[in-house]
């Protein structure tokens, strides 16, 4: 037992993302926790474990700065828990009284996945749904779809075009086509546009992504420093999740359904899938309840950790009992299906409010085809 660490917020690939700091210059979290105003669990376990310009963007904040919120996704399946992530993280910074704005990838989508139009909408008009129905103000978050913004923004794309090379992007992304050209520089323009006085000239933009996103992030900072004369462009800030794992251990992904939990799962569902997830239990109850069990490798500890657990405290005493052999992984189960159903339930009652006031499409102008 004394071997055990017992750090309840470390993570199975910590050792992985801490080199995205050497590699890339991405800044740990830790010395930015302590500026926050309100410290969300998201950041105290390290599930936000990285930042760019993070701590500039905080200190705009507290001036009472203009500061905005910019994020995206690409909409090529029903929204999951892994987008849950990013909605919350949103929820917590309006809260902090950032302006917030969620771009509908839908060009992206179309491009890079083999998606119709018609499925990309309708992802895209889902997971606006969602976003509103877990909390983000109606009044104060800003929706667009890729394909349906105004003219401004479209001239930045083509105004990037002129100032990045092929190989500075091949640098960056690696191979790249025409239709992945495109989403890089349409991403360029969904981090910047805020800053034009059209879009209501926001100088300090946070952009919250999962870790995956980071060379939009580094090509949108070197757009940025470009422009800074012709446009007064100033780089971007950002912060990076870890990716919440399918309950197969894999990264969460709607092309894997049966290990996605959806946000509109029913509770059977949910109760097939968790039922089934990668634990870190050992092969008998015998030598679970000797040996404990491995919190780190376990995918249901993970719901526990990003979504189901809030305090700090019950966390800690369930890696506890974990890891000292009080729990076995069925009972751990049975619980997070019954906290999992619950939480989903509550969701679920908002998301079909928000569907039947027809707020989505209040909210967004849904792109025709
Ligand atoms: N590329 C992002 C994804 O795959 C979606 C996206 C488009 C985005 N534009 C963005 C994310 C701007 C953050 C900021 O999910």
Redesign the pocket.
């Given at each position: 037992m004394g071997e055990v660490r017992l750090d309840p917020w470390g993570h199975f690939a910590i050792e992985r993302y801490e080199k995205l700091f050497k590699q890339f210059g991405i800044q740990p979290i830790d010395n930015v926790i302590d500026k926050l105003p309100v410290k969300h669990y998201f950041f105290t376990r390290k599930i936000v474990f990285g930042h760019r310009d993070f701590d500039k963007w905080i200190d705009a904040l507290k001036k009472g700065e203009k500061v905005a919120v910019?994020?995206?996704?690409?909409p090529s399946g029903h929204t999951h828990l892994g987008h849950l992530m990013v909605i919350e993280e949103l929820r917590y910074l309006q809260s902090l009284g950032a302006h917030v704005k969620i771009?509908v990838?839908d060009a992206?989508a179309y491009a890079v996945r083999r998606k119709s139009r018609r499925e990309v909408i309708e992802y895209g008009v889902e997971y606006i749904a969602h976003a509103l129905a877990w909390g983000l103000d109606p009044e104060k978050t800003e929706f667009y779809f890729q394909t349906a913004h105004t003219t401004p923004y479209y001239r930045l794309i083509q105004m990037f075009s002129r100032k990045v090379t092929i190989a500075e992007m091949e640098a960056i992304y690696g191979k790249l086509e025409p239709s992945k050209i495109m989403a890089a520089l349409t991403?360029a323009a969904?981090?910047l546009h805020m800053q034009l006085e059209e879009y209501g000239g926001y100088k300090y933009i946070l952009?919250p992504?999962g870790a995956d996103?980071d060379p939009?992030i580094r090509l949108s900072r070197d757009i940025a420093d470009r422009f800074e004369n012709e446009l007064g462009l100033r780089r971007p800030s950002s912060f990076y999740h870890k990716f919440i794992r399918g309950l197969d251990g894999n990264k969460m992904s709607s092309s894997h359904p049966d290990y996605a939990v959806f946000l509109l799962d029913t509770p059977e569902t949910v109760k097939r899938k968790v039922l089934m997830a990668l634990t870190g239990g050992r092969a008998t109850a015998y030598e679970q309840r000797r040996l404990g069990g491995v919190p780190e490798k376990c995918v249901v500890y993970e719901l526990y950790m990003y979504f189901l657990y809030n305090r700090d405290e019950d966390l800690y005493k369930l890696y506890r009992d974990c890891v000292e052999g009080r729990i076995l992984c069925g009972e751990d189960k049975r619980r997070a299906v019954k906290l999992l159903n619950d939480l989903l339930k509550k969701h679920r009652r908002k998301y079909k409010e928000v569907v039947n006031s027809g707020l989505p499409s209040r909210v967004v102008k849904v792109p025709s085809f």
């Open positions: 910019l994020t995206g996704f690409m771009v990838a992206e991403q969904d981090i952009v992504v996103q939009h």
